[in-house]
T-cell receptor, first 110, second 114 residues
Framework: GEDVEQSLFLSVREGDSSVINCTYTDSSSTYLYWYKQEPGAGLQLLTYIFSNMDMKQDQRLTVLLNKKDKHLSLRIADTQTGDSAIYFCAEYDGGFKTIFGAGTRLFVKA | ETGVTQSPTHLIKTRGQQVTLRCSSQSGHNTVSWYQQALGQGPQFIFQYYREEENGRGNFPPRFSGLQFPNYSSELNVNALELDDSALYLC?????????????FGPGTRLLVL
């Protein structure tokens, strides 16, 4: 079945880079997403990548996709305290639903 | 600010009751999806509506039902509430007949069932 897995926690120092990893199972995924959720808030779409791309860069964010290994990563350069949040990896099955991971909680230490 | 609004923001109900949650989509978006996010988990897909008809459904029982109106606003109804229904309910809108390419999420309704 479809599944998306992420590590639960990541702690970094302010100014360092953060790398959040995700694996997925559905090889027919057409889009893969990274969302950010701050406490008490909804989901904010950070970036997404088409399944036929290897990399996408958007300011401080770099997404890498290894389709062979079904591995997706999000790198945040120069991590700031305001980046502390839960980050969700998600895959779109090409039909009607998006499958989310359980989220990675990023802690940024000043 | 995504342009997607939900009401109410918080709600407390008791077991066995019924609840209706509402969502207003971003202008021009004809597809809306509903998700349940339990505490400490990622959102789980409930169902999607496109042009007032259910377009797909996740693993949720029939007591979870929905409506989409001609103006593309939407409702999620849950009957016979159970304690495990306590969660954040998110709606997301998108433009297009095949669902998400870019989904815009509302802030959610936090439901507590006692």
């Amino acid at each position: 079945g479809e599944d998306v897995e992420q590590s639960l926690f990541l702690s970094v120092r302010e100014g360092d880079s953060s790398v959040i990893n995700c694996t997925y199972t559905d090889s027919s995924s057409t889009y893969l997403y990274w969302y950010k959720q701050e406490p008490g808030a909804g989901l904010q779409l950070l970036t997404y990548i088409f399944s036929n791309m290897d990399m996408k860069q958007d300011q401080r964010l770099t997404v890498l996709l290894n389709k062979k290994d079904k591995h997706l990563s999000l790198r945040i350069a120069d991590t700031q305290t305001g980046d502390s949040a839960i980050y969700f990896c998600a895959e779109y099955d090409g039909g009607f639903k998006t499958i989310f991971g359980a989220g990675t909680r990023l802690f940024v230490k000043a | 600010e995504t342009g997607v609004t939900q009401s109410p923001t918080h709600l407390i109900k008791t077991r066995g009751q019924q609840v209706t949650l509402r969502c207003s989509s971003q202008s021009g978006h004809n597809t809306v999806s509903w998700y349940q996010q339990a505490l400490g988990q990622g959102p789980q897909f409930i169902f999607q509506y496109y042009r007032e008809e259910e377009n797909g459904r996740g693993n949720f029982p029939p007591r979870f039902s929905g409506l989409q109106f001609p103006n593309y606003s939407s409702e999620l109804n849950v009957n016979a509430l159970e304690l495990d229904d306590s969660a954040l309910y998110l709606c997301a809108s998108t433009r297009g007949d095949r669902g998400s390419e870019t989904q815009y999420f509302g802030p959610g309704t936090r439901l507590l069932v006692l």
